[in-house]
């Protein structure tokens, strides 16, 4: 089974500076995605950004960026230039990337809390 | 596009009472997952509905059932409820296994 672990259950970051949150996983599987997800108090999970395993390259969008390291099995969240909207629950997920008996269900993290102060 | 809708937002049911949730699936998706956010938690699987059919199960007891409609549409039903089963269940929608998963906001259940 695999498992999903946020050991920062919360973080705090200046508006306009540069936070990173952590992650790390456990898996035996050679092929998946992982995701990070923002929760706002609002409740719905927001996609944030996508990784997929077979590729190198870290994935990029806007503002957020991760650090993909397999062999670690790290998967940290930067976001640059913090905006006051950013503030919510971070949570990291895993996704098999075969069928099968995983049929796209999403392991989560426990969550990180992001507070941005203006 | 009205994404993924769940009802009600909020409920308050006594302990042993049954509960029924409803989701509807964003447009164009037929594959509808169910999940337990109990507060200051990450979401835990409950069950994903494809094609009418329970096609795979999180670890939870039987007294969790649901149901998907010829339109794709789903029910989360709990029985005899306990004071844990208090959180938030939300819906996640997507096109097979393989594409991203579109949530809800959630329905908040409180058990008293």
């Known amino acids: 089974a695999q498992t999903v672990t946020q050991s920062q259950p919360e973080m705090s970051v200046q508006e306009a500076e540069t936070v990173t949150l952590s992650c790390t996983y456990d898996t035996s599987e050679s092929d998946y995605y992982l995701f990070w997800y923002k929760q706002p108090p609002s409740r719905q999970m927001i996609l944030v950004i996508r990784q997929e395993a077979y590729k190198q390259q870290n994935a990029t969008e806007n503002r957020f960026s991760v650090n993909f390291q397999k062999a670690a099995k790290s998967f940290s969240l930067k976001i640059s230039d913090s905006q006051l909207g950013d503030a919510a629950m971070y949570f990291c997920a895993y996704r098999s990337a075969f069928g099968g008996t995983s049929y796209g269900k999403l392991t989560f993290g426990q969550g990180t809390i992001l507070t941005v102060h203006p | 596009d009205a994404g993924v809708t769940q009802s009600p937002t909020h409920l308050i049911k006594t302990r042993g009472q049954q509960v029924t949730l409803r989701c509807s699936p964003k447009?164009?998706?037929?594959?509808v997952s169910w999940y337990q956010q109990a507060l200051g938690q990450g979401p835990q699987f409950i069950f994903q509905y494809y094609e009418e059919e329970e096609r795979q199960r999180g670890n939870f007891p039987d007294r969790f059932s649901g149901h998907q409609f010829p339109n794709y549409s789903s029910e989360l039903n709990v029985n005899a409820l306990l004071l844990g089963d208090s959180a938030l269940y939300l819906c996640?929608?997507?096109?097979?296994?393989?594409?991203?998963?579109?949530f809800g906001q959630g329905t908040r259940l409180t058990v008293v």
């Open positions: 996640a929608s997507t096109v097979g296994s393989y594409t991203e998963a579109f």
């Open positions: 447009s164009g998706h037929d594959t």
